[in-house]
């Protein structure tokens, strides 16, 4: 059964950076797009980023386009999240996800198979 662990979170100043990391094992992971999403304290879970199972096929919700970069590295098995600029509204829990299909879609539950347990970002001044 496939496993998503996430890690690289922390605690920045606004301003600064961080890199996720969303490691699977045990199942497939290369034929999937993988998704990022992000849950902050008392609102839903919404989507952040995807990238297709080649990585050509991206995509990012508005508020972290052009602050966020996604990428994978399906020999490693492992999906990154480079997030730079970071603004306090950028604190959540960030899990990684995998995605139903091999292309990016809607950031909806039905279309993720698999979840990470998360890994917290703190934005603080």
């Known amino acids: 059964q496939l496993q998503l662990v996430e890690s690289g979170g922390g605690l920045v100043q606004p301003g600064g950076s961080l890199r996720l990391s969303c490691a699977a094992s045990?199942?497939?992971?290369?034929?999937?797009?993988i998704y990022w999403f992000r849950q902050a304290p008392g609102k839903e879970r919404e989507g952040v980023s995807c990238?297709?199972?080649?990585?050509?096929?991206?995509d990012y919700e508005d508020s972290v386009n052009g602050r966020f970069t996604i990428s994978r590295d399906n020999a490693e098995n492992t999906v990154f999240l480079q997030m730079n600029s970071l603004k306090f509204e950028d604190t959540a829990v960030y899990y990684c996800?995998?995605?139903?299909?091999?292309?990016?879609?809607?950031?909806?539950?039905?279309?993720?198979?698999?979840w990470g347990q998360g890994t917290q970002v703190t934005i603080s001044s």
């Open positions: 996800a995998r995605g139903r299909y091999s292309y990016c879609s809607n950031y909806i539950a039905d279309n993720i198979d698999s």
């Open positions: 045990g199942g497939t992971f290369g034929y999937h797009a």
């Open positions: 990238i297709s199972h080649s990585g050509k096929g991206i």
